[in-house]
């Protein structure tokens, strides 16, 4: 939860001497995954920039695939797991197994190979007086949720299937330290704690069962923390709402459903509505009214159906396509 | 598409009824012309739901598996 990370930075901040930078970017993973090599590279270069920059720090992570990809790939790089630094600096006072007292261990498919991270997790789990089963695959043996890879991305039914396999093999609630895999059993219906979750005290089987965000939300989150970080830690000025970001939405929780199917953001809707309004470049349904609007995001063209309504835009529905339209007739007329 | 179906949808910039022309489409290099609806005028098209979901995504797919 970003209440989660913006509490533990705090606490890092308090416990440890030097100062304590945050990083809220991304380590690569997705990109190395998808054989995006070009933009993997780039992505760690720039991580390595930032590195630098800031005097060739310890870096702190809390996911184990930050942790692998960045052990791999810049070995100069001295690395640290969140786990083992509470541990040194203490757990703070809010930290309880609540109703966690008995739970199964799901080791994420990336801390294969950290076997002081996974004796780190349950030597916290004991001081939390948290009851450990061990699954039958556990550490360097675990399995992936169904996250890994981007599988879920590229075939949730294998996805759903694996993580369901998983679930399958403990009635017990599982405790993980991937927020992946916290969300991909949590969305198949399983109770799942992060180790965070007791850390901060938000240790009661309603924590376990709740669902994660989905795409356009968890965006929405990433920014709201950035933002509460500027304002509230850092004292730098939050950048205002401007452009698309004003525009407002409205639909229908089914719409909403479908849009995530498709890997549509409510960013995405934002922008082609945006677009729209501000160009006159729209077309209207005789029939029932409705405007239709497109633009090309990326690789992506996003078509969205919507009508005004007071100072919101009720959207009907959207779709996209990877094909590009030519339209360079009059186009900026 | 009929006359009838054509005229039902608008370009609200050139306040025309869209007609069905020639358009170019373009993907992993590969460039395309399907017949759509398309303003006469600033050349505006539009994409319907079973269209970009149907048969583009199945020729995205088939020009990505090659």
């Not at chain 2, 993907?27 to 017949?35: C, W």
Request: hydrophobic share 35%; with cysteine; charged share 25%.
């Amino acid at each position: 939860m970003p209440e989660e990370v913006f509490l533990t930075y705090n606490y890092l901040s308090a416990g440890l001497s030097g100062g304590v930078g945050l990083g809220l970017g991304c380590c690569g993973a997705p990109a190395d995954w998808a054989g995006r090599q070009e933009s993997f590279s780039g992505q760690i270069a720039q991580f390595k920039d930032k590195w630098e920059g800031m005097g060739r720090p310890i870096v702190i992570t809390a996911c184990s695939s930050c942790y692998q990809i960045l052990q791999m790939n810049l070995p100069e790089l001295p690395l640290e797991s969140l786990w083992g630094i509470l541990e040194e600096i203490g757990l703070p006072p809010a930290a309880a197994g609540g109703e966690a007292r008995r739970v199964a261990v799901h080791d994420p498919c990336r801390s294969r190979h950290q076997s002081h991270v996974h004796e780190q997790i349950r030597r916290i789990l004991a001081n939390l007086e948290v009851e450990i089963e061990e699954l039958p695959l556990n550490r360097q043996e675990t399995t992936c949720c169904g996250y890994g890879g981007l599988m879920s991305l590229i075939n949730s039914e294998v996805a759903a299937e694996v993580a369901d396999q998983r679930i399958a093999s403990s009635k017990e609630p599982f405790l993980v330290y991937c927020s992946n895999c916290r969300d991909h059993f949590a969305a198949r219906g399983k109770e799942t704690w992060h180790i965070l979750d007791l850390i901060w005290g938000n240790n009661n089987l309603n924590d376990a069962r709740r669902k994660g965000p989905n795409h356009s939300l968890r965006r929405e989150n990433r920014r709201h923390l950035k933002n509460k970080f500027l304002a509230e830690v850092w004292r730098e000025n939050v950048i205002e709402e401007s452009g698309y970001r004003t525009v407002k939405l409205v639909m229908e929780p089914p719409l909403g459903e479908l849009l995530e199917e498709r890997y549509i953001l409510a960013e995405d809707v934002q922008q082609v509505i945006y677009e729209a309004e501000s160009s006159g470049r729209k077309l209207q349904n005789l029939d029932n009214g409705h405007y239709t609007a497109h633009m090309q995001l990326g690789i992506m063209t996003y078509w969205v159906e919507y009508l005004p309504e007071g100072d919101f835009f009720r959207v009907f529905n959207a779709y996209s396509h990877r094909m590009q339209l030519i339209e360079d007739v009059n186009r900026d007329e | 598409m009929n006359n009838e179906s054509r005229s039902r949808v608008l370009c609200v910039k050139c306040q025309v009824p869209l007609e069905e022309g020639k358009v170019s489409i373009a993907y992993l290099s590969n460039t395309f012309y399907a017949d759509l609806l398309r303003c006469p005028l600033c050349g505006q098209v539009f994409i319907p739901e079973e269209l970009a979901l149907g048969r583009m995504a199945e020729v995205e797919k088939t020009l990505e598996d090659k």
